[in-house]
């Protein structure tokens, strides 16, 4: 088979299967009202004109791009204050900071495992998790979903070697909740590590919108913390915090942070902007728990398939792709936009819409999607899943 062969049947066998994947170019101005129920800017902070301000700022001062990686030099005033900045809101000795979350879990799995390593994984973990682990070349086992009976039965008969149970901190589909402390002590009864990917918590959870690990999980319970910075703080890159032993071995060690430019630096003045909005602005993540808990309870009397998520994640299964695809369709000729998720996103059969609430949200949106969302319930022939 020639090349050209070889992807025209790939892709055609992706249309076939009904998975094919698209893109929609969008064009928002800065500043302008939602109707976007798909995206992770969680507290409306991406299109906040103050941190386009910063970010030209920090490109006017210290250059659009960084120039170099971190090691050689391109580890820039704002690229320190902000690691600084981001060890303080975790409540962890120090911070590291990655060019995005992708890298951030790939270089960690990296540096920390080796072939005589055993990981133990959530078997909802996101990819970037499930990648690492393969790049790392470590022996991964998955558990049951949010199990920790099976995670403590599959530690229980591990043999000798380092260990490192990882863990979504919020699932990105189900938008559901690890249970940190649970966590913890299992592995702290099998002298193992914990490392949590936080990436949808930070900003959100957490009194000081610190996640769902921040400063009541020391570093001593949880070693290792992952977050991002494209969700709730509005604008791109990830962290690694923990001590000086563990933020020393990913400079030495994990390839994904040392081989890559440091991000630009506006972007990092944009996110210390955010971050100081985060502790101004607490009605930001007030005003996002308040829309979920009233989507929440309209959404249960009209009868809409909801998961059990406390997070700005609200999924609606739907099951079939089909179904999927021509609510999402709707929606999105209503001037909605909500996340269509498919296998092999998620299980077979348990296709669904991805409805992400935002603090910049209007509560008049959220009732008009919820309208919308009544009417196709009610119009759909067959029965919900
Ligand atoms: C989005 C996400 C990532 C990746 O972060 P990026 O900065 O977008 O690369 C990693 N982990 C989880 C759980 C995520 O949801």
Same mark, same amino acid.
């Given at each position: 088979?020639?090349?050209?062969?070889?992807?025209?049947?790939?892709?055609?066998?992706?249309?076939?299967?009904?998975?094919?994947?698209?893109?929609?170019?969008?064009?928002?101005?800065?500043?302008?009202?939602?109707?976007?129920?798909?995206?992770?800017?969680?507290?409306?902070?991406?299109?906040?004109?103050?941190?386009?301000?910063?970010?030209?700022?920090?490109?006017?001062?210290?250059?659009?791009?960084?120039?170099?990686?971190?090691?050689?030099?391109?580890?820039?005033?704002?690229?320190?204050?902000?690691?600084?900045?981001? !060890?303080?809101?975790?409540?962890?000795?120090?911070?590291?900071?990655?060019?995005?979350?992708?890298?951030?879990?790939?270089?960690?799995?990296?540096?920390?495992?080796?072939?005589?390593?055993?990981?133990?994984?959530?078997?909802?973990?996101?990819?970037?998790?499930?990648?690492?682990?393969?790049?790392?070349?470590?022996?991964?086992?998955?558990?049951?979903?949010?199990?920790?009976?099976?995670?403590?039965?599959?530690?229980?008969?591990?043999?000798?070697?380092?260990?490192?149970?990882?863990?979504?901190?919020?699932?990105?589909?189900?938008?559901?909740?690890?249970?940190?402390?649970?966590?913890?002590?299992?592995?702290?009864?099998?002298?193992?590590?914990?490392?949590?990917?936080?990436?949808?918590?930070?900003?959100?959870?957490?009194?000081?919108?610190?996640?769902?690990?921040?400063?009541?999980?020391? !570093?001593?319970?949880?070693?290792?913390?992952?977050?991002?910075?494209?969700?709730?703080?509005?604008?791109?890159?990830?962290?690694?915090?923990?001590?000086?032993?563990?933020?020393?071995?990913?400079?030495?060690?994990?390839?994904?942070?040392?081989?890559?430019?440091?991000?630009?630096?506006?972007?990092?003045?944009?996110?210390?902007?955010?971050?100081?909005?985060?502790?101004?602005?607490?009605?930001?993540?007030?005003?996002?728990?308040?829309?979920?808990?009233?989507?929440?309870?309209?959404?249960?009397?009209?009868?809409?398939?909801?998961?059990?998520?406390?997070?700005?994640?609200?999924?609606?299964?739907?099951?079939?792709? !089909?179904?999927?695809?021509?609510?999402?369709?709707?929606?999105?000729?209503?001037?909605?936009?909500?996340?269509?998720?498919?296998?092999?996103?998620?299980?077979?059969?348990?296709?669904?819409?991805?409805?992400?609430?935002?603090?910049?949200?209007?509560?008049?949106?959220?009732?008009?999607?919820?309208?919308?969302?009544?009417?196709?319930?009610?119009?759909?022939?067959?029965?919900?899943?």
């Amino acid at each position: 088979m020639t090349w050209r062969q070889r992807l025209s049947a790939r892709l055609a066998s992706q249309r076939e299967a009904g998975l094919w994947r698209t893109r929609l170019t969008m064009t928002p101005a800065p500043g302008s009202r939602v109707r976007d129920f798909a995206s992770n800017d969680y507290l409306g902070l991406a299109r906040d004109p103050r941190l386009a301000e910063a970010q030209a700022e920090g490109g006017r001062r210290f250059g659009a791009g960084a120039g170099a990686s971190h090691l050689v030099s391109g580890h820039l005033l704002p690229h320190q204050l902000l690691e600084e900045r981001l !060890a303080e809101l975790t409540g962890r000795p120090r911070a590291l900071l990655f060019s995005t979350g992708y890298m951030a879990n790939f270089g960690t799995l990296q540096a920390l495992c080796d072939r005589q390593t055993h990981l133990f994984q959530d078997r909802l973990n996101h990819a970037s998790l499930l990648d690492g682990a393969r790049l790392a070349g470590a022996r991964s086992r998955r558990y049951h979903h949010g199990d920790l009976a099976d995670l403590e039965r599959l530690l229980s008969r591990a043999e000798a070697g380092p260990r490192l149970v990882v863990s979504d901190g919020v699932f990105s589909m189900d938008g559901d909740v690890a249970d940190i402390d649970g966590l913890a002590s299992t592995c702290a009864r099998h002298d193992a590590w914990l490392m949590i990917d936080d990436a949808h918590g930070l900003g959100v959870l957490g009194e000081h919108g610190d996640g769902c690990v921040g400063r009541r999980f020391p !570093a001593e319970r949880v070693p290792v913390l992952v977050g991002t910075l494209g969700k709730a703080l509005g604008t791109a890159g990830a962290f690694v915090a923990g001590d000086d032993l563990l933020i020393d071995t990913l400079i030495q060690f994990a390839r994904p942070y040392i081989y890559t430019t440091a991000q630009p630096p506006g972007v990092a003045m944009a996110t210390l902007r955010a971050l100081d909005l985060l502790e101004t602005e607490p009605e930001r993540r007030r005003r996002l728990h308040e829309h979920l808990d009233h989507f929440r309870a309209r959404a249960k009397a009209l009868g809409l398939p909801l998961l059990p998520s406390p997070t700005p994640i609200q999924p609606l299964l739907l099951g079939d792709s !089909a179904r999927v695809m021509r609510w999402s369709l709707a929606l999105r000729e209503a001037g909605f936009m909500v996340g269509a998720i498919r296998p092999p996103t998620v299980p077979q059969g348990q296709g669904r819409l991805r409805i992400t609430l935002s603090g910049g949200h209007r509560r008049a949106d959220i009732d008009e999607l919820l309208e919308r969302l009544a009417e196709l319930l009610a119009a759909d022939p067959e029965p919900l899943p």
